[in-house]
C-alpha cells in the first residue's frame, strides 16, 4: 500500500480506473499485477461484462477506455495514430473514439478568457456567443466577432483540465511499470515509453501557444496558396489557455452528405489535399500530423483549410529521403528498396533479418503482378508499419504518423470517390522528387554536406581512437558483435573509409593549392603557377570519382 501512496496521490481514481479494469474484463491484467486485491469484493463476485459479451480484446479495450473518461480517450487516440507502437486491430478500434465530452458552463468560459487576457469580455471581443460550437476533452470553441468586425474562433481550455490530466497519467505511469515488470507478453510493446510519450504529447496539446506558433508556420509556408487555406492567428487575444483564430467558413470534410449537396468538386478537393499534405512533408518540413477529417475544412472555391495545430509532424533531409525511397519502393514494387529502407532506420540486437525480409518480400512480391492503377498505398503502407512493430524496427514517429496520414487521406478520398487512385495524385509528385535529387545543384550540396561530415569525422578521429585505445589498454571495452551480416557490414565500412581516405585527400590538395597560388614562383599554367595548377586538377579529379560513386550507389535504387 505504502508504494502505491508514494507513486499515486488519488487513490479514489486509482480504484475507480482498477473498478473498471475489472467489469470490463481486464481482471487478469490485474491478477498478475497484484491489483485485483485493491478492487472491492462486493464487485469480484459479480459476473464481469466479458462473460456475458465475449467482446474481442481490442473492442474491450475501446470500451475501457470510454468509460474510464477524457485522459483515456486521447490516449486511445494516440495509439490509433501510432501503428508501429500497437497490432494493427487495435489501431482500427481504436479510431472509433470519438473526443466529444459534455460542455462546460458559459460563465466559467468567460472567467478563464478574462482572467488570461487580461480584460473584460465586453472590451476584447464585440460579439461572443455563450452556445460553443465544438467541446472535446481539452477545450471547447466559440464563435465570435471582433471589434474590427472580423470573425474568430475562440479555443477555450477546460478547467482544471491539467491537473485532472496529471493524475489519470500518474496513475497510467504506475500501471504501466506493473504490466511491463509482471507480463511477458506485453513488455516487448513497452506500455511505460507509450505513457511517457502520451505525456509529453498531451503536455504539448495543452499549451495554445505552441499551437499558435505551429498554426503561424504553416500560414506562413502557405501564404499566397490558391488551394490551402491557414486561420490567421490573433497574437494579442492569445495565451497558454485560449487561443483566438480566424474563423473558417465551410463544411467538414467529415460531413459526406453536406459535401455532396453542395456543388463542390470533392475529387479535386481530394487531390488538393493530398498535395498540400506532401507539400508540408517534402518541401516544408512540418506537416499536419492529425489530418482527420473533423480538421479538415471545405471551402466554395475548392480549396481547403486545416485547422488544429496541436499535433505536427517534422521531416529533416534525411527522413524526406527515406520517406521518397519507401514510397518509391512501393509504386516500383521493388522489395528491395523498401527492405533497404526500413533497414536503415535501425534494427534492434535481436531482430531476425532473414524473417525480415521474408516477410517484406510477402507484401511487395504480390504487388509485382498488380496494375499500378490497382495498387492501394494505403494498405501497403499499414502493413508495412505493422511488421516494423513485429521486427522492432526504430521507424522514426514522424514517419509512422505520415504514413498514418497517407492511410487516413486515401481512406477518406475512397470514401467519397471509390475510383479514386491515389497511385496516379502520388506517382507524380515522387518522380518530381527523384527528379529534384537528380540535380547538379542538390548533388552538390550532398557532397557538401558528406564532405562536413567526413572532415568533422576526421577531426574527432584522433580522440576518439586514443579513447578507444585506452580502454582496450585498461580491459574496460566492451564488444558486442552480431555474427549476421558480416560480410555485408564490413564491405559497407571498407566503402565508407575508402570515402574517408578521397575526401581528406581532396582537402589536403585543395588547401595546398591555395597555400601555393600565393607563394610559388615560376612556370604557370592559364597564370596559376604549375603546382598549384596539378594539386587543384587532382583534387578535382578525385572529387569527380568520390561523386560518381555516391551518385551510382544512388541510381542502384532508381
Known amino acids: 500500500m505504502f508504494n502505491i501512496i508514494k507513486e499515486v496521490r488519488d487513490l479514489k481514481r486509482f480504484r475507480e480506473i482498477l473498478k473498471v479494469l475489472f467489469e470490463e474484463g481486464f481482471d487478469f491484467l490485474l491478477v498478475k499485477t497484484g491489483l485485483l486485491a485493491k478492487v472491492p469484493f462486493t ?15 481490442e473492442v474491450m479495450l475501446r470500451r475501457t477506455l470510454e468509460r474510464l473518461g477524457p485522459t483515456f480517450i486521447k490516449f486511445g487516440q494516440l495509439l490509433s495514430v501510432r501503428p508501429d507502437m500497437v497490432p494493427k486491430e487495435y489501431v482500427k478500434e481504436l479510431e472509433k473514439l470519438q473526443d466529444s465530452v459534455p460542455p462546460f458552463p458559459y460563465s466559467e468560459a468567460k472567467s478563464i478568457i478574462e482572467k488570461e487576457l487580461g480584460k473584460g469580455l465586453e472590451h476584447l471581443f464585440l460579439d461572443f456567443e455563450k452556445a460553443p460550437i465544438a467541446s472535446a476533452s481539452i477545450s471547447q470553441v466559440y464563435r465570435a466577432a471582433l471589434k474590427t468586425g472580423e470573425k474568430v474562433a475562440v479555443k477555450v481550455q477546460r478547467p482544471n483540465v491539467r491537473q485532472i490530466m496529471e493524475t489519470d497519467i500518474e496513475i497510467m505511469v504506475y500501471i504501466a511499470k506493473l504490466l511491463e515488470n509482471n507480463i511477458e507478453a506485453i513488455k516487448k510493446f513497452k506500455p511505460a515509453k507509450i505513457v511517457q510519450e502520451f505525456k509529453d504529447w498531451t503536455e504539448k496539446e495543452m499549451d495554445f501557444k505552441l499551437e499558435a506558433r505551429n498554426a503561424k508556420r504553416f500560414y506562413d509556408n502557405f501564404r499566397g496558396s490558391k488551394t490551402v487555406h491557414i486561420p490567421k492567428v490573433y497574437d494579442g487575444l492569445t495565451s497558454g489557455k485560449v487561443l483566438t483564430l480566424e474563423f473558417i467558413e465551410g463544411i467538414e470534410l467529415h460531413n459526406l452528405k453536406e459535401v455532396k449537396k453542395s456543388r463542390i468538386d470533392y475529387s479535386q478537393v481530394i487531390k488538393n489535399g493530398f498535395e498540400a499534405i506532401m507539400t508540408q ?18 471551402m466554395k472555391d475548392n ?16 527522413l524526406k529521403n527515406k520517406c521518397i525511397d519507401m514510397l518509391y519502393g512501393i509504386v516500383e514494387q521493388d522489395e528491395e528498396i523498401v527492405m533497404d529502407t526500413l533497414v536503415s532506420m535501425g534494427l534492434e540486437a535481436d531482430t531476425d533479418y532473414d524473417q525480415l525480409k521474408t516477410d517484406i518480400g510477402f507484401i511487395i512480391q504480390p504487388l509485382q503482378n498488380t496494375s499500378v492503377n490497382e495498387l492501394k498505398i494505403s494498405k501497403v503502407v499499414e502493413e508495412i508499419l505493422d511488421i516494423g512493430l513485429r521486427h522492432k524496427i526504430r521507424i522514426p514517429a514522424s514517419f509512422v504518423l505520415f504514413g498514418k496520414t497517407i492511410v487516413t487521406l486515401e481512406g477518406v478520398a475512397l470514401e467519397y470517390d471509390p475510383s479514386f487512385k491515389l497511385i496516379e495524385t502520388s506517382k507524380p509528385f515522387i518522380e518530381k522528387l527523384i527528379a529534384k535529387r537528380s540535380s547538379p545543384l542538390y ?5 557538401v554536406h558528406e564532405m562536413y561530415r567526413y572532415r568533422k ?35 559497407e565500412i571498407d566503402r565508407s573509409s575508402n570515402r574517408v581516405a578521397y575526401g581528406l585527400l581532396i582537402a589536403a590538395l585543395l588547401i595546398t ?6 607563394v610559388e614562383k615560376g612556370p604557370t599554367i592559364i597564370g596559376v603557377p604549375l603546382l598549384a595548377f596539378f594539386s587543384f586538377f587532382f583534387a578535382s579529379m578525385f572529387m569527380f570519382v568520390l561523386m560518381w560513386s555516391i551518385l551510382r550507389e544512388k541510381f542502384r535504387h532508381w
Open 43 to 57: 464487485k469480484r463476485i459479480t459476473k464481469r461484462l466479458k462473460e456475458k459479451e465475449g467482446l474481442k480484446p
Open 281 to 298: 512533408v517534402f518541401v516544408h518540413g512540418i506537416f499536419h500530423a492529425d489530418p482527420h477529417p473533423g480538421n479538415i475544412i471545405i
Open 303 to 318: 480549396s481547403i483549410a486545416f485547422v488544429d495545430f496541436g499535433i505536427v509532424g517534422y521531416f529533416d533531409e534525411n
Open 443 to 447: 548533388m552538390w550540396k550532398k557532397f
Open 457 to 491: 569525422f576526421a577531426e574527432e578521429f584522433p580522440d576518439k581512437a586514443e579513447k578507444a585505445l585506452d580502454k582496450i589498454q585498461r580491459g574496460t571495452i566492451k564488444v558486442d558483435i552480431e555474427d549476421t551480416d558480416i560480410k555485408k557490414l564490413s564491405l
Open 513 to 518: 593549392s591555395a597555400i601555393l597560388i600565393n
